[in-house]
């Protein structure tokens, strides 16, 4: 045997293990490519696409709110956001400082941040920025860097409505006030929108729409901001003179239920969130807050005593001598007024002689008579962090109790409310509901009005109401008169509870009055929280501020004089 012929048998042995080896990488390589082709084709496809075809989300805007005349009170502007993805530069602490000093953020934490987030594709850098600025960062080209379209909230009139329309976060959510109330429907609906991206993840083309952007709904709001900027000035200005822990005013619509103004101090600028420390300048105080209301309740419990029959206008009471004891309790006046008549126990705000009206009639007719004018209820706004205040059951009220209720103690109320009810005498005893919206035609028509004290009565009401503006007749709050214009209200000027009981040295001042008191348009509360100085009846301190505004609203909603003489003809012509 040829010794050559086992060295031949090996080496094609050896040849064709080879060609084999490589028939079998072949044909793996084919049923590889088959298989991609044809039983994972429509996979991969998807696959490919989602790393060039993205699905990017389309912003919507968030409805405008208005006044009732169509001024914007919030409005939605485009921005831009930045955000990286931190996969693609989580490993480039150089473009990260870069960007951090473009931004003006520090470097470090920015560094640290990207950091800790390595394994997610999606991180927020700085939000909100003017479109050109996010454009010039864009600019720069630096790997994993984007922009994102965005809407910011604008509040033109910042802090002069900024109680009542509130605000929205970041993500442009409401937070507070009307933002809040109404966010579902100033909401938009985000749309979704198909583009081809660069492997930078550029957008190199716009491919199709898949679902259009739905805008929020609008929202107009009852108040005319001429009268809210015109409220909000004068009430800042005793607010600071004052030197008062806290202050309110509300403007109502006497014919429509509608808030045409309401302001609150401290307030706040909605654009400066960041630097919020004290939570509570967020709050609507004419809503949220609720007080004693001290002798604008009289109003309602001489009301309630001309119901019952055992009292007439005319109806004659001793005050003197200016105190008297219930038990242990002591009633007094500021002043010993002698005797008066039922009218006049309004025009001189006596405790004595509502308090022996109170005990004469009792609780019973006077919770009542609260209670139907709105006292103790829901105004039916919707308004965040509404309070409906403490209206008592009276069961077994003692005759101490019974007598301070006639005068405004032992019950709360908001601002809100208490507007509410003096509308009631406002409308010839007519309850109805309040509204921050502007109502149409068809609510109007609607709208569900209850009469809640008889005509006679109210008139008879109104009229004493009208002597505590007027001098002549002595008056309490004579600096609440508007020229030219007849005016009918209250004053009020409440203890503040604290820690030991009532504050000797601390007040609440009120004045809540309608004009013109002839056929009443507006009703106008003003409430002075804890005024510092040597004056605190609501006289004094609530009640110029009343004179001011109303003067301003007869001016801006056209409303006629109703006191007219021949002199004063002459002036207004020449005005």
């Known amino acids: 045997m040829n010794r050559d012929e086992p060295q031949s048998f090996f080496q094609d042995w050896r040849l064709y293990l080879i060609l084999f080896c490589m028939a079998l990488c072949v044909g793996a390589i084919v049923w590889r490519v088959s298989t991609l082709q044809i039983l994972e084709r429509d996979f991969l496809q ?26 914007p009170l919030a409005v939605s502007t485009p921005v831009k956001s930045i955000w990286v993805n931190p996969q693609e530069i989580a490993g480039e602490p150089q473009s990260i400082t870069l960007l951090a000093e473009a931004l003006n953020l520090n470097s470090e934490v920015l560094i640290n941040t990207i950091k800790n987030n390595s394994s997610r594709e999606f991180l927020y850098v700085k939000r909100r920025l003017p479109p050109l600025e996010a454009e010039l960062i864009l600019a720069m080209d630096i790997d994993g860097v984007y922009t994102q379209q965005e809407y910011q909230r604008y509040y033109p009139q910042g802090e002069v409505t900024a109680h009542l329309v509130g605000i929205s976060n970041v993500d442009d959510v409401g937070q507070e006030g009307l933002e809040l109330t109404y966010d ?25 729409t898949i ?19 015109l409220a909000y000035r004068e009430l800042k200005a005793e607010f600071i003179k004052r030197r008062a822990k806290s202050a309110s005013i509300v403007v109502l619509d006497v014919d429509t239920g509608e808030v045409l103004a309401m302001a609150n101090q401290p307030s706040y600028n909605p654009h400066n969130k960041d630097t919020m420390t004290d939570f509570s300048v967020l709050r609507n105080r004419a809503v949220t807050d609720v007080f004693e209301p001290g002798s604008t309740v009289k109003a309602f419990t001489i009301a309630a005593a001309l119901e019952t029959g055992l009292f007439q206008p005319d109806t004659v009471i001793d005050t003197t001598p200016g105190w008297m004891m219930i038990g242990r309790d002591e009633v007094k006046d500021i002043f010993n ?33 609260l209670e139907r004018v709105g006292f103790g209820q829901p105004t039916g706004t919707g308004f965040p ?42 409308d010839s005893g007519m309850k109805k509901p309040v509204s921050l919206l502007k109502l149409t035609a068809e609510e109007l028509a609607a709208q569900t009005r209850t009469s809640v004290i008889s005509k006679i009565i109210n008139s008879q009401v109104v009229a004493m109401l009208e002597t505590v503006v007027d001098s002549n007749r002595g008056g309490s709050a004579v600096e609440a008169n508007v020229p030219f214009y007849t005016v009918a209200g209250k004053t009020g000027t409440a203890h503040v509870v604290g820690e030991f009981g009532y504050e ?37 301190v609530a009640a110029p501020v009343f004179s001011k505004v109303v003067a301003g609203a007869m001016r801006i909603l056209n409303i006629a004089p109703d006191i007219v003489k021949g002199n004063d003809l002459v002036e207004l012509t020449s005005l």
């Open 211 to 229: 679902q259009t952007a739905q805008p929020g709904k609008n929202l107009e709001l009852s108040i005319d901001f001429r009268l809210q900027n």
């Open 184 to 208: 579902e429907w100033l909401r938009g609906v985000p749309g979704l929108r198909q583009v081809m991206k660069d492997p930078r993840g550029h957008i190199i083309e716009e491919l199709n």
């Open 504 to 540: 000797e040295n601390l007040h609440n001042s009120l004045f809540v009055g309608m004009a013109p008191a002839s056929n009443p348009e507006v009703v106008v509360v003003v409430v002075i929280n804890e005024p510092k100085g040597d004056e605190h009846y609501g006289g004094q």
């Open 337 to 369: 007024y002698g005797v008066l008549d039922v009218g006049r126990v309004i025009t001189k705000s006596s405790n004595i002689g509502a308090s022996k009206i109170a005990l004469e009639i009792g609780a019973e007719p006077i919770r009542n008579m």
């Open 385 to 426: 962090g509404e309070r409906v205040g403490i209206l008592r059951n009276p069961g077994r009220w003692s005759r101490i109790e019974v007598a301070t209720l006639a005068y405004g103690y032992g019950l709360s109320t908001s601002a809100l409310q208490l507007a509410q009810a003096y509308a009631v005498l406002a």
């Open 46 to 71: 998807g696959e490919g696409d989602a790393r060039t075809i993205r699905t990017v989300p389309i912003a919507a805007h968030r409805g405008i709110i208005t006044d009732r005349n169509g001024e």
